[in-house]
């Protein structure tokens, strides 16, 4: 159904497998998460027209006097929402800054949820026409395709697969447009994005065509992960890492400088962070502890979880 999956190569899917035959495509997707912690994803139903126009809005944002992009910056922010520029977000463990900028957009919640205290208001720029509409557009499209992962993932792990869906019901997501400029000049110890892990539970990622993304594997060898064009590619967050014990794998991923011929060339993206519920009690799952074994990781609710990460890398 799928192309198979070989040494150093992560598994590529198609999403319509996931009705016609879901166990299949759920062993797939979850050896490759088991294995790599990535996978690609073909098929899956985000519109190319609405993957265009967002990158298009991106471009516009980004390319906006640095002045003006700098009203969105939010002081004490920690990056959640609108904009953040160059020369802050580090890599854990790295002292120099990655060489790129974004914007966040997060969950729209209405007056009086219980998760306003934890989750703030998005910001919109008011010089881009259809940014916002846009951009919740893609935020709930990414939002329900990452339900359907996470029901293939829950089958995998042989659990309930709604199991996930409250799980990360109004849960503290975030959609990120991520700009990584041309580099006409030497970059130093600086890359477009230091080796990392992400947080959260999934990552959806749009936009990872041009060249240079990275995962290691765990005999320590980085190799390259290169969807095709409109291509998702998913990735495992340690938060659901924690969650299987390390069943599934966290892996650490970059972004590397460009190939001289390609250094003329911007890098565009967006990956759409997919979080637990800020309320959520991060703990191993049953069946995921050996016998007479502790879990690896003492229970955590999401929030505090990210808060002690989002210190780490200098965004709170």
Do not use: C
Request: aromatic residues 10%.
């Amino acid at each position: 159904m799928t192309d198979t999956l070989i040494a150093d190569s992560i598994a590529s899917v198609s999403l319509t497998d996931s009705s016609r035959d879901p166990q299949g495509f759920a062993q797939e997707l979850g050896q490759s998460f088991e294995r790599y912690g990535f996978a690609i994803i073909r098929n899956h139903g985000i519109p190319q027209e609405l993957i265009d126009r967002a990158e298009e809005k991106a471009k516009q944002f980004f390319a906006l006097p640095e002045e003006v992009k700098r009203k969105y910056a939010i002081p004490g922010g920690g990056g959640a929402r609108g904009y953040t520029p160059f020369g802050i977000e580090t890599a854990k463990g790295h002292k120099a800054h990655d060489l790129k900028e974004f914007w966040h957009v997060g969950r729209e919640l209405a007056a009086g949820h219980p998760f306003r205290d934890t989750m703030a208001d998005n910001v919109w720029p008011e010089e881009v026409p259809g940014f916002r509409e846009t951009f919740l557009e893609l935020y709930d499209t990414f939002d329900r395709t990452g339900l359907k992962v996470l029901a293939a993932i829950a089958r995998y792990l042989g659990i309930d697969e709604d199991y996930f869906a409250d799980t990360v019901r109004d849960g503290n997501s975030v959609l990120r447009m991520l700009h990584y400029p041309p580099q006409m000049e030497p970059t130093g110890e600086h890359i477009r994005a230091g080796a990392h892990e992400d947080i959260n539970t999934i990552t959806l990622l749009l936009g990872a065509e041009e060249a240079g993304l990275e995962l290691l594997t765990r005999e320590g060898k980085w190799i390259p992960v290169s969807p095709k064009e409109g291509e998702l590619v998913i990735n495992i967050g340690d938060m659901l890492q924690r969650l299987t014990n390390g069943r599934l794998r966290s892996t650490s991923h970059r972004v590397v400088n460009p190939a001289p011929d390609r250094a003329s060339n911007a890098r565009y993206s967006m990956p759409f962070f997919l979080h637990f519920r800020p309320d959520f009690l991060i703990e191993a799952l049953p069946g995921t502890v050996a016998d007479g074994e502790q879990a690896k990781w003492p229970p955590i609710t999401a929030h505090d979880y990210l808060q002690e990460r989002l210190r780490e890398i200098k965004l709170a």
